[in-house]
Every structure is written in structure tokens, then in C-alpha cells.
């Protein structure tokens, strides 16, 4: 199911660093909205409420809403960069990407990984997730919200590949079909033990050479 969102926008200007700075001193940021066989808008946002947007979607795959000035029609996009500021949560630009009803474009999806792995269950093994998203083809209308990935039935040593992920009709799989997407691997914590244990062996073998050393030289100095 495609995921929704609006967002508020008006037309900018000015452009350039000067204005740039004055726009987000006043709690605004700049942004541009470009697509395919169209002029860039220039646009000014509303911080707070685009930080708050953002928040509560998945920037990736879910299209915005852009409403500019009192247009009547909303423009579909997707969010393309999102820029924040160096060491503050702040936003310092935004650009969306204007997008076509019926034309087939590429996104990144979210994986959800469901389920507890069998070999992290009953055996403690570690289930490492390799993938967070997937990149697909398909057409607005049919950007899933995410990818779900079943791992129940995976023991240790077993793996999934983007080979083995089931695309609902309409979308393709564009990730490699030979990545691993994850596996189930032994757990570590045996061979920590294991480890120490071989590393209290090792001491003790020192302290009983320290002690026999000790004991033939407290004997050799009785002979004397």
C-alpha cells in the first residue's frame, strides 16, 4: 500500500546564501521541487512542520503532497536530499522530485524482518541483518510501505538472498538477487568462554613453573 503525506509550501523568490540564512532565522528553509520535463521551483518551507513530517514517515518511499501557494492540485513527490545542518537537528535544505501518475520509478523500501529465527530461539545463535531496504521498481501507485522477511524458520548457519524475496505483482526486485539479506550465526559468547578459559589454563601453567622454580632453588640453598 503506497503511504501518503502532505506538506504546505511557497513559491521563493530569492535565492542565494543571504536570503538562504534569513529564511531559516525566521523558522523557513529553503527547498526545490524539479521532475522530468520541468522547471525547478524554487520553494520555502516551514521548518517545524517538515521536521515533524519527516519524523512520522519513511522519507524513502512515501509520497508528499507538496501544496504550493493556493494552487488547486497538489503536486505527488518524493523527498530526494534531505540536507541538516553539521551539529544541529536542524534542516538546512530539502529537494522533491515531482513524480508521474502511471510512470515506473525507482525506490528504496524498508525491510521488516518478522518472526524469532529457530537457531536464535532454541540454540542462542545471533540473527545478523545485513539489508535494511531494498531498491525496487514500480509505479507510484504501487511503492509498498515496507518489504517483509520471515526469518522463523532460519536455524544457524542458514541464510536468506534477495533471490528468495517474493515482490508483490507490479513491483521488481532491483537489489543484486545474490546478497545476503541475513543470516543466523553461531553465538559468540561460547567462544568468549572458551577463550578465557584457555587463558586461565595458560596462567596457572606459569604460577606452577614460578612454584618449582622457587622450590629447587630453596633447595639448593639448604646444600649450602
Known amino acids: ?7 504546505t509550501a511557497k513559491r521563493r523568490h530569492e535565492t542565494g546564501k543571504g536570503p538562504a540564512r534569513r529564511l531559516r532565522a525566521a523558522g523557513q528553509i529553503p527547498a526545490v521541487l524539479y521532475g522530468k520535463d520541468q522547471e525547478p521551483i524554487s520553494l520555502t518551507i516551514d521548518s517545524r512542520e517538515t521536521l515533524h513530517l519527516f519524523h512520522s514517515i519513511s522519507v ?19 523527498v530526494r536530499e534531505i540536507q541538516m545542518h553539521p551539529y544541529r537537528p536542524d534542516l538546512v535544505h530539502v529537494d522533491f522530485y515531482c513524480i508521474e501518475r502511471g510512470v515506473v520509478l525507482e525506490v528504496d523500501i524498508p525491510i521488516t524482518y518478522v518472526g524469532t529465527a529457530q537457531g536464535v530461539r532454541d540454540d542462542g545463535g545471533i540473527l545478523e541483518v545485513i539489508l535494511h531496504e531494498f531498491r525496487v521498481k514500480c509505479i507510484p501507485s504501487k511503492i509498498p510501505e ?18 528468495e524475496i517474493s515482490m508483490d ?56
Open 1 to 7: 500500500m503506497t503511504v501518503k503525506a502532505g506538506l
Open 146 to 163: 515496507t518489504i517483509e522477511v520471515d526469518v522463523s524458520a532460519l536455524d544457524i548457519g542458514d541464510s536468506i538472498h534477495a533471490s
Open 169 to 224: 505483482e507490479g513491483v521488481e526486485l532491483l537489489t543484486d538477487l545474490g546478497q545476503t539479506v541475513c543470516l543466523v550465526s553461531a553465538p559468540r559468547v561460547e567462544e568468549e568462554e572458551v577463550e578465557d578459559e584457555e587463558g586461565l589454563e595458560g596462567e596457572e601453567g606459569v604460577e606452577g613453573a614460578e612454584d618449582e622454580d622457587g622450590a629447587s632453588d630453596g633447595e639448593e640453598g639448604s646444600e649450602d
Open 60 to 78: 524513502e518511499n512515501t509520497i508528499v503532497n507538496v501544496q504550493i501557494d493556493d494552487d488547486k492540485e497538489e503536486l505527488e513527490t518524493l
